[in-house]
């Protein structure tokens, strides 16, 4: 499918995302969500009619054909994972969107298939951060973001890529937790932990 | 012949202050937490004839400058060029200290590893062969045990044969830390062998101690179990102790006549003792031999751990509640060790909040006034309306110098049977300096205060401050001039006013909100002046001056206030 241009998918997301919301898109509305003028719009849409995903006349209603609806839902369902991937890599929340709607395009299938795989939460393989994990749970060290001199500290302490690491004691959802790692124990707090991903084992 | 110079390195919380003072015969301090060392120490010992200089640095991680400390360790080791480092290892957390290990093996000056708490780590399930692990490392290894003395002996002479060998002007190699941590895991593999243990008692302890309800109720029993325990073995001690100086005292003043000199002596230099000994040594005593159990134990990690949320509303983190745990001790110590925290924001924040938590010489006028004569609930209130008004200023504070925390990040020691002797010593340390420091002071001050007294200036230099003192805060006039001796020391402050007193049955010449508003003062203008240099030596004098002002400021606004609503409501 990487026959489409960056720029079609753009529109077929934001047809699929306006309709996943239940509401007739129109050319004003899809004008505003990508920052074009009314007139590429209508441009745009007289294209994506040729192409068969919508059905489309001037100053006339836009309905999505099945064709179109399928494009748009995979690239939206994009969108979401890598999102969801960057927020954990700890990527600020304010770029999620933005980041998300360069990278979305230059995700093959396959390397959606993997995405889903890490982001899953569950079974092997899954990437969780730190702070989500549970007493007695443990697992490899993936990546560890954030400010510097907190990395730095992290990782002289030992706290290295592929490091095992189990966490031994929770406190309330907002406390810091205890975890162990080269057979020392470390108390580290909520933010600390949100930083740090690791492959459940 | 010139003295050999050895540096002792190595991870925070390894032992190398015990090392140093079993080697030395000074008291650095100790304790089982990691970060007390902050600057490092000099101290010289002979072994076999010949003259050994000793450093104790500060623990570091590595050696590369990311923290205040590793900037200490690296400056020495770069432009000091010890003859030996000896580099203490835990046992128990091999693997992480090999880090340190081999970097400072890398350096190339000559390194003998000191393999510390081989005991804790075969309670621990892991055993550790000294001998591989010397070959693997390409540097001596011997196993001590420091706490108990084992094995420093032949630690030393390692250290003095291997100074002989001398080798290149070391600098630190920058390496990357994902390597050098897979060559340490590597050597720990094959180092340790692992034996099989029973689940320890320690993962039960926290089970409890770090639990998310349960570690809070134990935390508040701590906390008022200390209280209690001093305020009843001071009560005691100061008892029997008022009894034994008011005979000595009538015995005395019948032997001396009457006469200048007879008032001086007994008025002054007697009667300043006495009151130090009745009123002040009586707490200050508990209190260190409660603080040594708390640091000794590895409870204190423990609070820092409990208490990081709250810290965390504050603008710091959960380490900053250690220096303020020390605070109950003595201000000044407490405020070097905010050093562990990792910003110069936070250090200064949490030295600010440092000052307001009663230290002991606070908590004397606390007990020997309020808890003795107004009751022990007085007392309590008095300590739990501190906690909210840190609470309160802290978040002030935090306010005017906004910023993001990094985040705690500690480690965790052991816990540890707090050593009976070790105990004992930091009580006996902190009754020597006592008797050696403050009571000088407290005694040439009582004197001088009688001098002023027989001379007839008391009057003038209250009426002077008598706006203050007696209008706003309520007290007797007399009680200005008490005050202004305080910031000498703060248990000054009482024992002035016992002295001009003449008695100290306290009642007996106070208002229970007297001497509720007095201890109220005393507890939040500056500590004293060794406080207001170390604040200055830590951040400067413009920011030690700010705190002196805003405090004795804060401290006569509130006493009056809290005069009035108690008047009002209570008494």
Known sequence: MGSLSANTEEYLEALARISAQGRKPTVKELSAMLKVSPASVSEMLRKLASSGFVEYERYGKIIITEKGKKEGGRILRKHRLLEKFLGMMGVRKERLHEEACILEHAVSDEVEEALRAAVSEKGEGALKRL??????ESGKIVLVSGGKAARDRLMEMGLTPGTKITVRHTSTRHGPMEICVRSSCLALGRGIAEKILVEVS | ???????????????KSTIFNSLTGLNQHMGNWPGKTVEKAEGKLHFRGKEIEIVD??????????????????????SHKPDVVINVVDASVLERNLFLTLSLVKMGRPVVVALNMVDVAERKGAKVDAKKLSRLLGAPVVPVIATRGIGLEQLMEKAVSEAKRGGECGKPREESTEKAYAEAERIAKECITLTKTRPPLEERLDSVLMHKYAGYLFLALAAALMFFSVFSMGDRLSGILSEEFSYAKEWLSAAMGEGFLSFILVEGVFEGIAAAAIIALPYIIPFAIALA??????YLARMAFLMDTFMRKIGLHGKAFIPMILGYGCTVPACLSCRIMETQRERFLSAFLVTLVPCAARSVIIMGLVAAFVGIEWAAFLYLLNILIIAILGRIAFRALPGEPMGLI????????????????????????????ALPIIIASTVLIKLVEFFGLIGPISDVLSPITVGWLGLPAIAGITLIFGILRKELALVMLAALLGTENFSSALTQVQMLTFAIVSMYYVPCTATIAALAREFGWKKSLAITVFEVMFAILLAGVLARILEAFFF
């Open chain 2, 410 to 437: 500690m480690e965790m020691p052991s816990y540890k049977m707090p050593s009976p002797i070790n105990i004992a010593k930091t009580a006996w340390l902190k009754a020597n300096s006592f008797i050696w420091i």
């Open chain 1, 131 to 136: 702070s989500l994990m549970r007493p007695g």
């Open chain 2, 57 to 78: 640095l500060p623990g570091v991680y590595s050696l590369k400058p990311y923290s205040e400390e590793e900037k200490v360790a690296r400056e020495y080791m770069c």
């Open chain 2, 293 to 298: 159990i708390l640091e000794d134990s590895g």
């Open chain 2, 1 to 15: 012949m010139k003295a050999i110079r050895v540096a002792l390195a190595g991870n925070a919380n390894v032992g």
